[in-house]
Structure formats: structure tokens, C-alpha cells
């Protein structure tokens, strides 16, 4: 999983490597005027008017936009893998069945389902046979908003502070995105998005008994629940899990996460037997995820979900697809009625005649998809 902060770094590099001498000098008259510098600002002004410094000036923004970018919090890279995949480009992942019940022992070796048979001297190695299950995912919407700011707005009041808002929101905006995406691969107003992962025709993944609350007991049937889950036969191998959930588990989680002791009471006939158990039994090997996009997608109507997440390196269940070369959003300025990309105005027969503005965009390409559904637990609530 690639580090969002190194990436924007990466990207920054790369925006500063191809940035002109003139676009350099536009970026410091840029910074300036948002510092208060009145004559950088009123340098400005006279070049909206005059030249194109607002293409001069994408660079800056850019800059400004990944740096908020990448300080923006997002949980989904604490829960899925990150791949990047082609535009377009369908991305297959396969899931494997194995029959293997016509292995045998041999050289009079015993032979363990699940593993690998002994091969005699001399002889052909076994073959197995398996069927496939195949889903897909492609990367074909492109994500955005764009904002316009009017010609006068800037050449009049100077407040080039509203373009710093803009890159603002938008930073906010594409990172809530990715969390987004995720989100809907867990949940949906109607519930539990099923078709998450038993919508693949992978049995073994109903909901925890009786929908219970999330309570320690709960945790523990869930540990053993998600360990008895079976690929190709065998128990999966996970001794680590995200536990998942909302804001309105938040007070809950944080209570069961702290405990330092729980008093216990066995009553037999006629006796009693007071003891103590330690909450590491439940909780232990279990880290705890908030993700407030629950909340977003399901409108508050999953407020009691929650669900259990093996960490598995190697089989993850859930996978984030950006576009290949373009990891980080984009920001781009438009400006079509009065200033050209090469300099100068636009000659009188070109450009827009209905519109003076510039107008600043984000494009984000993102998707999410779930790969597996191998020891995932979940639980409604439906009992809290």
C-alpha cells in the first residue's frame, strides 16, 4: 500500500520540474498576495486583465492542493489494498476451487488435505482439479466538480484568498471520495450491502448469530467465526482484524477497548464462583477503525453494524483502484473568454462570448471492490 503523502511529494516533484521561469515568478506573486503583499496583489490584478496568468498560476495551485490533499485523513487505506489499473481497462480477479479429494499418500507417506503430497522417485507429480469464479471491476467513471469565480470578483476586489478556499474544498471533497467508495462495499441506505460479497456466490459469510450488539462476548464469537472460515477446505490462518464501524459505535468501542478487568459470576447449585477475566481474551489482535463514511452512505441507518475485517496481506478482501499514473487528484483552471494558454487575450472571434469567469475543476478517478469475502463477519446490531 503506496503512502499518500509520498506520493503528493512525488507529484509535487514532478509539477516543479516542468514549471517555467514565468510560472515560477507568477507562483511567488501568487503566495505573496495571499500573505498580504499589497503590490504583489495588485500585480495580479493587472495581469488577469492583461495575460494568462491564470495558466501561469495552475502550477502553484496544484502545488497548494496536493499539499492539502495529502494531509487530509481517509481510513479506507486502513482497511483495503491499493492497486492502480488502465482507464477503461476491465480488471479481472479469480478466485480458486480446489478438489483434491483424489490425492493420496505416497512412498507410504501419510497426506494431509490442504497440503502437498509426496512424489515418489520416478514418478508424475498429481494433478488436482479445481474450478473458477471470476468477478471484474473497471475504472470507466471520472469524478469532479468545478468551481467559477467571475472576472470581476478578482480583477476588482484582489481577494485571491477564494482560490485557497477552492483548493480547499476540493481537497476535502476528493479525499471523502475515496473513503466514499469504500464505504459502499460495506454498506447502503437499505443495509448491509450484501452483494458485497455474497452477491459472488461465496458461501460462509451469513451475519453473526442473532445479530447480536457489540459487546466482548460478541467480539470472541466473532474471533472464532472469521478463524473456522475455510478456503480449499481449510481453516484460514488470521490471527489479526479491523473492526469496522461507525461514528455511533464510537463511545461503545472506546468503553471495550479500555477495560482493565471483567468480574465474572458462575452460580451452581447451591454455590457461586466469583472470578475475573481479562479483556484481552475478546479484543486481543482486533484494532478498532471509525469510518464516518458508514454514516454518509447509509443516511444513519446502520448506526449499529459492524464488521470484522481479517488482515490478510495476501488475499485481501477488499481492494482501492486509482488510474494508472494519475494516483493523485487534479486540478485544473480554465479561463475561455479573454485569456489564452499561450499568452495574451483571445482573439475577438474566439473564446466564450456568454461567459467572463475563470473557473477552477477537480478530476478524481476512484473506484473500490471487493475482492474475497474470506473471514469476514458482520453483525447488524439488531439486538442493541
Known amino acids: 500500500m503506496s503512502d499518500k503523502k509520498t506520493l503528493v511529494e512525488n507529484a509535487i516533484a514532478r509539477i516543479e520540474e516542468n514549471t517555467t521561469k514565468r510560472q515560477m515568478e507568477a507562483a511567488k506573486l ?10 504583489a496583489r495588485v500585480t495580479l490584478q493587472e495581469g488577469i486583465s492583461t495575460s494568462d496568468v491564470p495558466s501561469l498560476l495552475q502550477p502553484a495551485i496544484n502545488v497548494e492542493f496536493l499539499s492539502k490533499y495529502a494531509v487530509q485523513p481517509t481510513v479506507w487505506n486502513q482497511i483495503a489494498a491499493e492497486k492502480q489499473i488502465e482507464f477503461g481497462t476491465e480488471y479481472k480477479f479469480g478466485n480458486f476451487t480446489i478438489d483434491a479429494s483424489a490425492l493420496k499418500g505416497g512412498a507410504g507417506a501419510e497426506f494431509t488435505a490442504g497440503g502437498l503430497p509426496v512424489v515418489p522417485e520416478y514418478s508424475e507429480y498429481p494433478a488436482v482439479s479445481f474450478t473458477t469464479s471470476s468477478s471484474s471491476i473497471t475504472l470507466e467513471n471520472k469524478k469532479g466538480i468545478r468551481a467559477r469565480l467571475s472576472w ?11 482560490i485557497n478556499e477552492f483548493t480547499s474544498y476540493f481537497a476535502v471533497a476528493a479525499a471523502r471520495e475515496e473513503d466514499n467508495v469504500l464505504a459502499k462495499q460495506f454498506v447502503t441506505t437499505a443495509g448491509a450491502a450484501a452483494s458485497a460479497w455474497s452477491g459472488k456466490g461465496i458461501s460462509g459469510n451469513p451475519s453473526l448469530g442473532g445479530d447480536v450488539d457489540l459487546a466482548l462476548a460478541a467480539l470472541g464469537d466473532a474471533k472464532q467465526a472469521s478463524r473456522m472460515f475455510k478456503v ?4 484460514i490462518a488470521v490471527n489479526q482484524w479491523k473492526l469496522v464501524y461507525g461514528t455511533g459505535l464510537s463511545a461503545t468501542v472506546e468503553k471495550l477497548f479500555s477495560l482493565q478487568g471483567v468480574s465474572r459470576r458462575e452460580t451452581a447449585t447451591g454455590s457461586s464462583l466469583d472470578y475475573s477475566v481479562n479483556p484481552g481474551v475478546y479484543t486481543g489482535g482486533i484494532n478498532p477503525v471509525e469510518f464516518p463514511a458508514l454514516d454518509t452512505i447509509s443516511g444513519g441507518t446502520t448506526d449499529d453494524f459492524w464488521f470484522l475485517v481479517p488482515v490478510n496481506p495476501v488475499r485481501p478482501n477488499f481492494h482501492e483502484f486509482f ?4 494516483r493523485a487528484p487534479l486540478i485544473s483552471i480554465k479561463d475561455s473568454g479573454h485569456m489564452s494558454l499561450g499568452g495574451g487575450e483571445v482573439p475577438v472571434r474566439e473564446g466564450s462570448f456568454d461567459e467572463d469567469d475563470i473557473q477552477t475543476r477537480v478530476r478524481h478517478l476512484v473506484e473500490a471492490g471487493t475482492m474475497n469475502s474470506d473471514g469476514f463477519v458482520y453483525s447488524t446490531g439488531a439486538n442493541a
Open 30 to 39: 501568487y503566495f505573496a498576495a495571499k500573505e498580504g503583499d499589497v503590490r
Open 323 to 326: 488510474l494508472t499514473g494519475e
Open 152 to 162: 470581476e470578483a478578482l480583477r476588482k476586489s484582489g481577494n485571491f484568498d477564494l
Open 232 to 235: 480449499d477446505g481449510n481453516p
